[in-house]
T-cell receptor, first 115, second 113 residues
Framework: AQTVTQSQPEMSVQEAETVTLSCTYD???????LFWYKQPPSRQMILVIR??????QNATENRFSVNFQKAAKSFSLKISDSQLGDAAMYFC????????????FGKGTSLLVTP | NAGVTQTPKFQVLKTGQSMTLQCAQD?????MSWYRQDPGMGLRLIHY???????DQGEVPNGYNVSRSTTEDFPLRLLSAAPSQTSVYFC????????????FGQGTRLTVV
């Protein structure tokens, strides 16, 4: 079974600064997908960014980027120019490519953004 | 386009009562799944379905039943609610193609007293 570990229960960043959220995972698969989801107080699960394991290039979406280290099984999320609206729970998730019917989630990191 | 719709949004049950959490999607997605979210635990998979008539257990299936009679609907049944089932429940769906993302409902907050 695949496991996803987020070792930072809480993180804090000042507005306009950069913060990195950590995620490691364990798998014996060679091809899979990794995701970062944002959950604001509204409870809605919002996809922030995703990475396909066979792509060596790190995914980016505006102020959000990842550092994908496949050999180290590490998938960190970097948020640049942090905004108050970035405050939320962030979940790292894994999905197998073959027979990957659902997601495996980490326990989440609560991000606080201070003015 | 409504996406994934969960009802109700909030529910309070007494121990031993039964109820069904509804999940419907209008995107013709093959895959559907139910998760529960508990503080400090992330989202854990309860049951999932890869198409009408096909369901399987996830990580925490005990105390829950599912069925998938149509592509659109994937209800989650609690036969005899227990306080340990107090949680926030999410339904998600996605197309059966490999390179697709999941769409989540708004969640149901369930309290069992």
């Amino acid at each position: 079974a695949q496991t996803v570990t987020q070792s930072q229960p809480e993180m804090s960043v000042q507005e306009a600064e950069t913060v990195t959220l950590s995620c490691t995972y364990d798998t014996s698969e060679s091809d899979y997908y990794l995701f970062w989801y944002k959950q604001p107080p509204s409870r809605q699960m919002i996809l922030v960014i995703r990475q396909e394991a066979y792509k060596q290039q790190n995914a980016t979406e505006n102020r959000f980027s990842v550092n994908f280290q496949k050999a180290a099984k590490s998938f960190s999320l970097k948020i640049s120019d942090s905004q108050l609206g970035d405050a939320a729970m962030y979940f790292c998730a894994y999905r197998r490519k073959n027979s990957g019917y659902a997601l495996n989630f980490g326990k989440g990191t609560s991000l606080l953004v201070t003015p | 386009n409504a996406g994934v719709t969960q009802t109700p949004k909030f529910q309070v049950l007494k121990t031993g009562q039964s109820m069904t959490l509804q999940c419907a999607q209008d995107m013709n997605h093959e895959y559907m799944s139910w998760y529960r979210q508990d503080p400090g635990m992330g989202l854990r998979l309860i049951h999932y379905s890869v198409g009408a008539g096909i369901t399987d257990q996830g990580e925490v299936p005990n105390g829950y039943n599912v069925s998938r009679s149509t592509t659109e609907d994937f209800p989650l049944r609690l036969l005899s609610a227990a306080p340990s089932q107090t949680s926030v429940y999410f339904c998600a769906s996605r197309p059966g193609r490999v390179n697709t993302e999941a769409f989540f409902g708004q969640g149901t907050r369930l309290t069992v007293v």
